[in-house]
């Protein structure tokens, strides 16, 4: 155990939870590092212990029964304690409305609402005992408006922006804080894009950066502050 702060990031592979990770270490944090493709990890790992932060890698399923309590014990005893714990491990799948199949159905609430409410239900006995913490719920633009031919992903970002409002309210009283992260268009692999973007898409669209930057914020706002949302437009809507 250090006196750094510690952060748990689910989905910190690739995307934009691999850029809120290197964020946090290169501050100097001591960094959980979650999702399945271990390699992946290592390599954000790595790129983490060359800055001066310190990882910790733990490979899981988060959509698997258990597995966020397995996570959040194994990141509690590797970092002596959570100070963040970041959502952002999701998926996106689209499709018309009759077209949608039950198994993509279950697969995306799984995973962007079933696993976030998994991972703060364990976590929060755990913020309680230390007299507080910080949750970030990675949402989207999204879960604000309707988008064609993606009910189901939206549908699950207004659920997790529902989950955020409730959880806002219910835990405060013990110092627990609750923020929502909505980005519109990040440069990533999500849904099968391009992880490097097109030349066109790196022209307008918002990089990972821009998102560890908002979480950041949120992680090391003043005792006072209760930072709610925080949405992410790009610049450019033409
Ligand atoms: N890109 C955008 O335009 C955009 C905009 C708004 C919001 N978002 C949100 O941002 C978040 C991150 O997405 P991204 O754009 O960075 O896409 P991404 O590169 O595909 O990242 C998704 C991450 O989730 C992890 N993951 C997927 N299934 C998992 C599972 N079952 N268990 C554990 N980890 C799992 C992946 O790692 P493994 O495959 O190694 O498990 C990966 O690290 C998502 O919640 C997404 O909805 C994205």
Redesign the pocket.
């Known amino acids: 155990m250090t006196d750094a702060k510690t952060v748990l990031v ?10 809120i990770a290197l964020r946090f270490g290169h501050e100097g944090w001591c960094v959980a590092l ?4 271990e390699a ?2 290592r390599e954000v790992a790595a790129a983490i212990s060359d800055a001066g932060g310190e990882p910790h890698v733990i490979v ?5 029964e258990d ?1 966020p309590d397995r996570v959040v014990a194994a990141a509690t005893e590797a970092l002596g304690g959570i100070d963040v714990l970041v959502n ?5 799948n689209f499709e018309s409305a009759e077209e949608i199949s039950d198994a993509a159905y279950e697969a995306q609430f ?3 609402v079933w ?1 976030c409410m998994a991972m703060v239900r364990a976590i929060v006995p755990h913020f309680r005992e230390r007299g507080g913490g910080q949750l970030v719920n ?5 879960g604000y408006i309707g988008y064609p031919k993606a009910a189901i ?1 939206t549908s699950t ?1 207004w659920a997790l922006r529902g989950l955020n409002e409730t959880w806002r309210e219910e835990l405060y009283p013990d110092g627990i804080k609750c923020a929502y992260v ?10 099968d ?1 391009d ?1 490097q973007g097109t030349a066109e898409e790196r022209e307008w ?2 990089f ?1 950066e821009d ?1 560890a930057h908002a979480v950041w914020c949120i992680a090391t706002q003043g005792s006072h502050s209760d930072i709610k949302e925080i949405i992410i437009q790009v610049q450019d809507r033409s």
């Not at 689910?10 to 850029?19: E, L, R, V």
């Not at 952002?88 to 996106?92: I, L, P, T, Y």
């Open positions: 689910t989905g910190a592979s690739s995307g934009i939870g691999k850029g979650v999702a399945r493709r992946k990890l899981a399923d988060l959509t698997q597995e952002n491990a999701g998926m996106g799984r995973l962007n696993a990675i949402g989207s633009v999204v992903y970002k909505a980005p519109g268009y990040v440069i990533t692999g999500f849904n894009r992880e669209a918002l990972p998102v």
